[in-house]
């Protein structure tokens, strides 16, 4: 691992990616940088799994320095993890790896976020009117074609990483009334291999 223990993102080699690239490894690991520090029987509740199959899962995820424990919130026997990293970043290398498990790793963490971001849009929409109007009235949906070159394509993929970034520093307290987390999604990608002559 390059980044020091408490850097807020990581950056994933071919090692740390094979640790991950498993559906429930990657739900649990969101599920403590999300939801904060959890015991492996509390996720399991909350991920429908058995506990035997979290605390496994866990273990793997430790090992690979995604997650550690959690002392301060233990109690007895009681052991609790927490996420090292508040994100993750993805090198496009690793798609065309040497190692046909790495670019297989890679493909299925791909889908895999893929799959995580579809079921989050999904939730808010199932859950919406649980929400007071306020937030009703201020979430996104939307999309745009554009015909733009790589390069252009890249370029507004920066700015708007950008613009996400500078948030980050308004970010408003935990305890204040009216705050949730947002989850904010970006996909740039072309739509068609189809060349109109």
Do not use: C
């Amino acid at each position: 691992m390059n980044e020091p223990q408490d850097s807020p993102v990581r950056d994933l080699d071919a090692r740390s990616l094979r640790g991950l690239a498993h559906p429930l490894r990657m739900r649990l690991l969101d599920a403590l940088r999300f939801g904060g520090p959890a015991t492996a029987s509390q996720l399991a509740g909350r991920l429908g799994e058995s506990s035997g199959a979290t605390s496994y899962h866990l273990r793997q995820l430790a090992a690979h320095g995604f997650i550690q424990d959690a002392p301060e919130r233990g109690k007895g026997r009681e052991r609790w993890w927490k996420a090292v990293h508040q994100g993750l970043r993805f090198d496009d290398a690793l798609l065309t790896d040497a190692n046909p498990d790495v670019r297989g790793a890679a493909d299925m963490y791909l889908h895999e976020v893929a799959t995580t971001q579809t079921r989050d849009l999904s939730n808010w929409l199932g859950n919406r009117q649980a929400w007071p109007e306020e937030w009703n009235r201020t979430w996104d949906m939307s999309s745009a074609t554009l015909r733009l070159t790589p390069d252009l394509t890249r370029e507004l993929v920066e700015k708007m990483h950008a613009l996400i970034d500078a948030y980050r520093d308004r970010a408003a307290d935990e305890d204040d009334t009216g705050t949730a987390q947002v989850r904010i999604h970006t996909h740039a990608f072309p739509l068609t291999t189809e060349r109109t002559e």
